[in-house]
């Protein structure tokens, strides 16, 4: 197999997946946690992770199948949030837990994958 470049796509795209996962996960993490919310301002949160998802829209308009579920499980995640801050409970700190188990998933398994890419 011939080795990746420093700018492979392949690269790009699964680094700005575990960004964008990463975010999504802090975004769920400073729900349940005021020193979450308190160590990095909410706006620059919240710039941070439209930039990964704006990025990852770009990247997947080659494909309109991922795309559409990685927006929707972006779109799940973000009203979550906003309804458990808006008025949280239990159900919802349970649906966060959820989500957030299902996102540690991919995340562990996307570092793996980008550090293989990068060891080629």
Known sequence: MAAQSA???????????V???????QT??????????ESFPEKEHQAFLTAARNRMRDMLAVNPVVKSKVEEES????????SYLKKPSKDLAAQIAHERAALK????????????????
Do not use: M, N, W
Not at 9 to 17: G, K, N
Not at 19 to 25: D, E, H, P
Not at 76 to 82: D, F, G, H, Y
Not at 106 to 112: F, G, I, N, P, Q
């Open 75 to 82: 779109g799940r995640v973000l009203a979550l949030a906003e």
């Open 7 to 17: 700018s492979s796509p392949h690269l790009e795209i699964t680094e700005t997946f």
């Open 105 to 120: 998933t991919k995340l562990v398994a996307l570092s793996d994958l980008l550090a293989v890419f990068r060891a080629l």
């Open 28 to 37: 769920l993490d400073r729900c349940l946690d005021q020193g979450q919310r």
């Open 19 to 25: 960004r964008l996962y990463v975010f999504l996960s």
